[in-house]
């Protein structure tokens, strides 16, 4: 991936996969420590201790179109190259976390791309669940929950709507513009 | 500047719509766009996002578009199936935002398939 927003669209994609119907996507940038934390939390069906052991392995996997999953391994690949790491908490029926670290100024750690495009590409496909992202960058913070959002537009709106989601995608760029240096 | 009171008009303009959309199911056409890591990682974002756009832009109410995992076919993503109700499936593989701009306005509005980029215009 060339961006690690695409990556973040793929790993929460795994939380989908899990049935998860609230998922966290926190995000913090400190450029005075010089690390760059993401982390995606859900409550979908969890894995358990076996399961978790060899999960960033390709070949640990729920898929069945393939029996290789690539998601984590690269995701994990991209923050060793960056001088960080990767773990996988979790636990069965309540759910997992990812949290992925960088050295912010690394030479291989690549940019963090799109959010926007991301948080509307799973917000507008996936009507049913909810996102509660959070940016912080230093000491400045965004954040966009679905749940608020939902509660504004009523039962009846679907999130899906191309004018919402023209909406969703220039309200978060406004927003992360505005704690970006 | 984005607000909150922004999105508000927005609903309001968008309720006296849904009604409009209830025959919508029979007749619908569904776009499904790719999005597992093999599409993720070869361009699918852009391409969904070019599709979304052009759908709204152009307010076709009777088209969706849809994400799915993996198709089976990573080597051909990013990849969009077209779905219109009686005809038969259309698979349309390598994608890019102008190609998917090209589909909607061939295929969706005038009906042609653009079958230069569908999965049969492919050499082994």
Redesign the interface.
């Known amino acids: 991936m060339l961006e690690l927003s695409l990556h973040i669209l793929d790993i929460v994609n795994n939380s989908i996969r899990a049935e998860a119907d609230l998922i966290y996507i926190s995000i913090k940038e400190s450029i005075d420590d010089n690390l760059l934390q993401i982390s995606i939390s859900d409550n979908g069906c969890g894995m358990d201790s076996q399961f978790l052991e060899n999960v960033t392995d390709p070949f640990r996997t729920t898929r069945t179109t393939r029996k290789v999953g690539m998601g984590l391994s690269l995701f994990q690949s991209a923050a060793r190259n960056a001088g960080g790491d990767l773990v996988v908490r979790s636990e069965k029926h309540v759910g997992t976390t990812v949290e992925a670290s960088f050295i912010y100024n690394h030479i291989d750690r690549q940019p963090m791309g799109d959010m926007a495009e991301t948080l509307v590409t799973l917000i507008s496909g996936n009507d049913t669940i909810d996102f509660v992202y959070s940016h912080i960058i230093n000491q400045n913070k965004f954040v966009f929950d679905t749940r608020e959002i939902k509660q504004l537009l009523g039962e009846k709106i679907c999130l899906g709507n191309p004018e919402i989601v023209l909406w969703l995608k220039e309200y978060i760029h406004e927003g992360l513009n505005k704690i970006s240096l | 500047?984005?607000s909150?009171a922004?999105?508000?008009a927005?609903?309001n303009?968008?309720?006296n719509q849904?009604e409009v959309r209830k025959d919508r199911d029979e007749n619908t056409i569904r776009i499904i766009v790719g999005?597992?890591?093999c599409g993720?990682?070869s361009g699918a974002?852009?391409v969904?996002?070019a599709l979304?756009?052009e759908?709204?832009?152009r307010g076709l109410l009777h088209v969706?578009?849809?994400?799915t995992?993996?198709?089976?076919l990573?080597r051909l993503e990013p990849i969009v199936e077209v779905i219109t109700p009686g005809k038969e499936k259309v698979t349309y593989v390598k994608m890019t935002e102008e190609k998917a701009r090209r589909i909607i306005a061939e295929h969706i509005v005038n009906g042609n398939i653009v079958t230069e980029y569908t999965i049969g215009a492919i050499k082994e």
Do not use: D, F, W, Y
């Not at chain 2, 969706?64 to 994400?67: E, G, I, P």
């Open positions: 500047m984005k909150l922004e999105l508000e927005i609903k303009k968008i309720k849904v999005m597992a890591t993720i990682a974002r852009p969904l996002s979304v756009n759908v709204g832009a969706t578009v849809a994400q995992g993996c198709i089976g990573c």
